[in-house]
């Protein structure tokens, strides 16, 4: 049975399809990426299995349990975290409170939480900031505590929303290692990132979307090769650019 | 430092042994009193991040209670027991339109509380059989020493801010400060945030019903333009918590102490003038020293605020 399985989820805003009938499944132990130009639903996606939207239509799985409809602080006590793409610290906490405060969601005591919160700092490599009120933290930092703060919460499955932008090639390096360490640490991963390298490198499967809608999935060399995946999102190099051919299937 | 805050807690005990004034006694528990009412809208207000324009529906209604209960014919001295009850129907007050009003975000808690308060002195104005309407209900008081009263409401300012500081070390004051920084955040971190909220209104109202139900008590009157005033107790509220501090603990202390000092003494020289000169003293403070006095002096002592837990050397 697969960890996290969507099907024919369909999110609908006002006129707009969001989503449309997506189905995908993520198994046990897994890092799948989720790609797709801007405005492709991809965030959406996210808040749809975080349960902060409801779908339209369509069934949400996660362990086995349906979660569609849950509300998102039910789905994350269920073992599924979340990062988020605008970064929400609790700016007038320091590091070390925003995580404790998520260490909460697995104990009761103030002595386990701050142990796992010392922990998850720890593991996100921020043991030099975790006095500093999170407010005050640049970017790549605060992408850092909301691992750190996903981490404490001890989850099954972790939704990782663009970690990585905004960040210098040297945290980018750091926090590749960081997600392996999760992975390793037994931890699903569903990962959404622009970066082509990094979401090349660390993913076993791709997902590629485009308004809404599944255009490709499977290992990162084939999607890599998907003409739809290239067409849509990827591109190709100006002095690369093959002559156009009206009988090309793949634009068919 | 533990020693000097025993030796503290003494001399502020001992205190109506001393001072023999029944006027300064007086001032001193109006200044107690308002301690309770500043932390209980704190904990709500400041540290939960839920602004309430209405609490004086909790004090009011926890003054009724003792105030019902005396006219319907319990001895005076039974009006104590009140004190609890007071806080316990002022809490169940507070879950009722929590309950209804936390699932919505923005202003609605604010503007429904506010609401409540002025329908319930609406109320209790017209249903004369309960609470004898605008006449009020009046009674004679338990006892005839303000030493008493010194001592009782010393005791409940100790035990509410005892009480909050112990919430606001736990996990309840974690969820609190998650979800006065962040709701959506607080959310996927796995909080129930309408639940946390209606906690910490439950206890901010508990107390408030408390002070109410003490207030009734010491001044031996109410009427519903008194305690249900909005000008009164309802702003007072915010104002003493933010001229202290708001989301400090010692914040709506030192409002407490400056607002009672202020109106007291310059209601003598100048009448009414002194909710003038407060006015202004509020402007003041919000445009100088948004964070309240307390707020300021942490910060030049350059710790915005104590890390509850220091992060420990790693080992």
Request: net charge positive; hydrophobic share 50%.
């Amino acid at each position: 049975m697969s960890l996290l399985e969507l099907t024919k989820v369909s999110k609908r805003f006002g006129g707009l399809m969001a989503v449309g009938n997506m189905s995908f499944a993520l198994e046990k132990g897994e890092i799948l990426g989720l790609i797709g130009p801007n405005g492709a639903g991809k965030t959406t996606i996210f808040n749809l299995i975080n349960g902060y939207y409801p779908p339209t239509k369509g069934e949400i799985f996660f362990a086995g349990e349906r979660i569609d409809g849950f509300k998102p602080h039910v789905v994350a006590r269920r073992g599924l975290a979340r990062t988020f793409q605008v970064v929400k610290p609790l700016a007038r906490l320091t590091v070390l409170e925003n995580v404790m405060a998520s260490a909460f969601l697995r104990t009761e005591h103030r002595d386990e939480a701050s142990e796992i919160a010392l922990e998850a700092t720890a593991f996100a490599e921020m043991e030099d900031w975790r006095d500093r009120l999170a407010g005050s933290l640049p970017l790549g930092m605060r992408k850092r505590l909301e691992m750190a703060r996903a981490l404490a919460m001890k989850p099954q499955l972790l939704l990782l929303d663009e970690n990585f932008a905004g960040l210098n090639p040297a945290e980018v390096q750091k926090t590749i290692e960081i997600v392996r360490k999760i992975h390793a640490s037994g931890i699903t991963i569903l990962i959404i990132e622009h970066n082509m390298q990094v979401i090349m490198a660390i993913s076993h499967r791709i997902l590629c979307i485009n308004y809404g809608e599944k255009i490709a999935e499977g290992t990162p060399p084939e999607v890599a090769k998907n003409q739809q995946v290239i067409d849509a999102y990827l591109g190709v190099a100006a002095d690369a650019v093959p002559p156009r051919s009206p009988g090309d299937p793949a634009r068919a | 430092m533990k020693a000097a805050a025993i030796l503290a807690a003494v001399a502020v005990v001992l205190v109506p042994l001393v001072v023999q004034s029944p006027y300064l006694l007086h001032m001193l528990i109006l200044t107690l009193l308002w301690v309770v009412l500043g932390q209980s809208w704190n904990l709500l207000g400041g540290y939960t991040g839920q602004v309430s324009f209405g609490h004086a529906a909790f004090f009011g209604i926890g003054a009724y209670t003792t105030g019902i209960l005396v006219k319907s014919g319990a001895a005076p001295a039974m009006a104590w027991s009140g004190l609890l009850l007071g806080g316990v129907t002022a809490a169940i007050a507070g879950a009722i339109i929590g309950w209804i009003c936390f699932r919505l975000r923005g202003p609605y808690f604010a503007l429904s509380v506010l609401a409540l308060s002025e329908v319930l002195r609406l109320v209790a104005v017209n249903w004369k059989r309960l609470t004898n309407g605008a006449e009020g209900i009046l009674f004679i008081p338990a006892f005839n020493r303000k030493a008493y009263y010194y001592w009782i409401i010393l005791a409940i300012a100790a035990v509410s801010w005892l009480a909050i500081r112990a919430v606001m070390r736990s996990k309840l004051g974690f969820y609190f400060l998650a979800i006065r920084e962040d709701q959506d955040c607080a959310e996927s971190l796995g909080i129930d945030t309408t639940k946390y909220k209606l906690y910490s209104l439950m206890i901010s109202s508990f107390f408030t019903g408390v002070a109410g139900a003490y207030y009734f008590n010491y001044m031996a009157f109410i009427d519903p333009s008194i305690v249900f005033s909005i000008e009164n107790i309802s702003i007072m509220m915010i104002l003493v918590t933010m001229l202290g501090g708001v989301a400090t603990m010692w914040g709506p202390a030192v409002g407490a102490a400056i607002y009672i000092l202020v109106s007291e003494v310059l209601r003598v020289w100048i009448k009414s003038g002194h909710l003038i000169f407060f006015g202004v003293l509020i402007i003041v403070i919000i445009i100088f020293f948004p964070q309240g006095i307390v707020g300021s002096v942490n910060q030049w002592r350059g710790r915005r605020r104590r890390p509850p837990v220091r992060a420990r050397e790693a080992a």
